[in-house]
């Protein structure tokens, strides 16, 4: 190869948007890679950990339907994970910049997801099931210690969990960081995927007027409530520095994706109305900010 074709070649493997995608099975891999497909990618599915550096030099010197690509790697294939991370910074080495997105949940949940299917997890063996999850967490732990991106999808169902990878990969990637700012009820549990997390259960809850109870924080009435009473604004002020003063920091270490999650009682008013307005801040200050409201549908 010519210093030219070379030269060449590694502005194709820089321009390549590259998406490992990993995690525990029964975790929702599945839905990942079809989100990811709904928003343009190329997803290659159930890869030998192997192939992964001749599939993204394929990739990176192929056209433009090819430029967003993805690829799954899961225990269905025998030569998985011997050492994803290794591979990882070898992509890196080569000029690549991928982004390692995990899926996981609790126990208990993927165990109910295989009984309601009624089949046996690949690494199950003779023994039980929950062996097969224990021994593949074990075998998972460094990828997911590395993950740019973790979805823990142990509270989201399968249209919640679509709308967030669909968000964070919508738009081509941009230089900085991406924000996802999220509101979350603490009655159904805290988000373990989020860098951050906010509880604003110190404002009043709307929740006791009662012209605003069935309302969520999206309604004008319903924020202009919240952001309103006394120390909202502070806290508003307060957090968004806090989050605009660490971004240099993340991104020296290469971070890309942080998700802010915003906790009130049930997720319906306080927080919805708080992750509203500290997306617009960031969106204010010129980072790519979208919106998830996890609990703002239940009673």
Not at 171 to 191: D, E, I, N, R, W
Not at 217 to 222: F, I, L, M, R
Request: charged share 25%.
């Amino acid at each position: 190869m010519t210093g030219t074709d070379e030269n060449n070649a590694q502005i194709g493997r820089s321009a390549l948007e590259l998406v490992i995608v990993t995690g525990i099975s029964g975790g929702g891999r599945s839905t990942v890679a079809r989100a990811l497909e709904n928003v343009g990618y190329y997803v290659i599915d159930n890869l030998p950990e192997s192939l992964v550096g001749q599939a993204a030099e394929l990739a990176a010197a192929g056209g433009e339907e090819v430029k967003r690509t993805a690829m799954v790697l899961d225990v269905r294939s025998r030569a998985f994970m011997t050492d994803l991370v290794g591979v990882i910074d070898d992509l890196y080495g080569a000029g690549f910049k991928p982004t390692l997105v995990f899926v996981d949940a609790d126990d208990d949940v993927i165990i109910r997801r295989y009984e309601k299917v009624r089949r046996a997890h690949p690494l199950q063996g003779d023994g039980a099931l929950l062996d097969g999850i224990q021994a593949e967490r074990g075998i998972l732990q460094p990828a997911k210690e590395s993950a740019d991106i973790l979805f823990d999808t142990s509270l989201l169902n399968e249209n919640q969990l679509r709308g967030r990878v669909e968000e964070a990969f919508l738009a081509p990637s941009k230089p900085g960081l991406q924000f996802t700012v999220m509101s979350f009820g603490f009655k159904y549990g805290t988000p373990r995927d989020a860098e951050y997390v906010a509880d604003v259960r110190f404002l009043p809850n709307p929740y006791w007027v009662p012209e605003l109870r069935d309302h969520t924080g999206e309604d004008p009435a319903v924020s202009e409530y919240v952001l309103s009473r006394d120390g909202a604004e502070e806290f508003a002020d307060t957090y968004t520095k806090l989050l605009l003063d660490t971004t240099p920091g993340f991104e020296r270490e290469g971070k890309r994706y942080i998700t802010v999650a915003v906790g009130c009682t049930g997720g319906k008013h306080r927080s919805v109305a708080m992750t509203e307005e500290l997306s617009s801040r960031l969106q204010a200050a010129g980072f790519p900010a979208t919106v998830q409201h996890r609990d703002s549908w239940r009673e």
